[in-house]
């Protein structure tokens, strides 16, 4: 085995995930301040807690892209594991609010429950079935792979969790040469613009208030009568995320397009 100086070369440093990861934190930073004011009917909270979730993404992706530009490619992995509970968890709570809430259901329990650490979250299994039996949800979960690559993916993430493989954890020797590291990254490139691509389709779905242009809000709150149709604005950085990230899946595109009340170009 070889072994070169701490810091990462700069073909590793420039590898295009960089970029991905900072792209996806700052689509974070915008939704956690956008959705802040919108009350998450069925909680008792007076702000959103999607907003606190939100926020919290962007410092794990922050985390993941520490560990990378520091050759941790094994913690990285255990992270995006992290990550991908994190989102499924964020879909989850947002479709159980939206399927139980009702008058007589003011204040749904297992969602409240959870926000005040008194209810763990379900497993997995729990979790995919709700979304894909939820009519909130049928319809948009056969979009994506999560009996294939993505079930594939986890297994993958999870031998890093569990440090099922040595090579794998070598991976976390940043002084060790391995031939394959930058392939790697793009393992995590991929997995993460997966995950990112999953979760961006079912805010529009689910929550496409979170990702309307600030105009309607802003002639409110100064007294003044917004423009017309102005509720149905989308936010440039949310107008910016569907073109990069959900446009080049013409299937997901075109359902999004056919059922998010927002004006899409």
């Known amino acids: 085995m070889k072994f070169f100086k ?10 295009k995930v960089f970029d991905d990861l900072k792209y996806m934190k700052e689509f974070y930073d915008s939704i956690s301040m956008s959705c802040f004011s919108f009350v998450a009917t069925g909680t008792h ?13 962007e410092g794990t992706l922050d985390s993941i892209t520490i560990l990378l530009n520091n050759g ?5 992995y255990t992270l995006i594991r992290k990550l991908f509970d994190d989102i499924l968890l964020e879909i989850y709570m947002g479709v159980i609010l939206k399927d139980k809430f009702s008058i007589d259901n003011f204040f749904v329990q297992e969602v409240n429950e959870w926000i005040q650490g008194k209810h763990r979250i379900p497993k997995t ?9 939820s ?21 993958l993430l999870d031998d890093s969790v569990h440090s099922n493989r040595f090579k794998l954890m070598l991976l976390n020797c940043n002084t060790v040469y391995i031939d394959d590291r930058v392939r790697h990254l ?22 496409s208030h979170y990702l309307m242009a600030s105009d309607y809000m802003d002639h409110m709150e100064m007294g003044m009568t917004p423009p017309e149709g102005s509720e149905d604005w989308i936010a440039p950085f949310a107008q910016d995320a569907f073109d990069k990230i959900i446009k080049p899946h013409p299937k997901i595109a075109n359902f999004i397009i056919s059922t998010c009340p927002l004006k899409i170009s």
């Not at 701490?6 to 590898?15: F, S």
């Not at 909270?45 to 993404?57: D, K, P, Q």
């Not at 793009?186 to 929550?207: A, D, G, P, T, Y």
Request: some cysteine; proline content about 2%.
């Open 186 to 207: 793009k393992n995590c490139e991929v997995m993460l613009n997966q995950l990112f691509l999953i979760h961006l389709s079912f805010i529009f779905h689910l929550n």
């Open 6 to 15: 701490h810091k990462m070369p700069e073909a590793y440093l420039k590898h």
């Open 135 to 155: 009519q909130r949800t049928k319809d948009i979960y056969p979009l994506f792979g999560w009996d294939t690559y993505l079930k594939k993916n986890r297994e």
């Open 45 to 57: 909270g007076i702000t959103n807690y999607a907003s606190y979730v939100y926020s919290a993404i």
């Open 72 to 76: 941790r490619i094994n913690d990285a």
């Open 125 to 133: 299994d729990k979790i995919l079935k709700c979304l894909k039996e």
